[in-house]
Nanobody
Framework: EVQLVESGGGLVQAGGSLRLSCAAS????????IGWFRQAPGKEREGVSC????????YYADSVKGRFTISSDNAKNTVYLQMNSLKPEDTAVYYC?????????????????????WGQGTQVTVSS
């Protein structure tokens, strides 16, 4: 059974940091790309960052460049999203997703349909 389990969300003040984790199981991790997406109330789900588990290449949304860092621990089948200098506009439910890395490109930051599996999400709330 494929599972993606996010953790690490919570309430933090503006300027603070959180580290999200996405623990994957049930598929060959090295063959997949993992993406982080977020969805705020009333807004569409948007890509935050993604990483190829095979070669470690990454992409970031402009809104988080320089503040967020995605990384992968293939031995633990886990992807992390380190979020620094958080802003109130980062408040959202954060989801991780997995899609085969064949054809991995910056499109994985935009196209939700590149992903086969999704986690249940974790809430991130940044207070001003």
């Amino acid at each position: 059974e494929v599972q993606l389990v996010e953790s690490g969300g919570g309430l933090v003040q503006a300027g603070g940091s959180l580290r999200l984790s996405c623990a994957a199981s049930g598929f060959t991790f090295d063959d997949y790309a993992i993406g982080w997406f977020r969805q705020a109330p009333g807004k569409e789900r948007e890509g935050v960052s993604c990483i190829s588990s095979s070669d470690g290449s990454t992409y970031y949304a402009d809104s988080v460049k320089g503040r967020f860092t995605i990384s992968s621990d293939n031995a633990k089948n886990t992807v992390y999203l380190q979020m620094n200098s958080l802003k109130p506009e980062d408040t959202a439910v954060y989801y991780c997703a997995a899609g085969t890395s064949l054809g991995y490109s910056s499109a994985y930051l935009v196209n939700l349909w590149e992903y086969d599996y999704w986690g249940q999400g974790t809430q991130v709330t940044v207070s001003s």
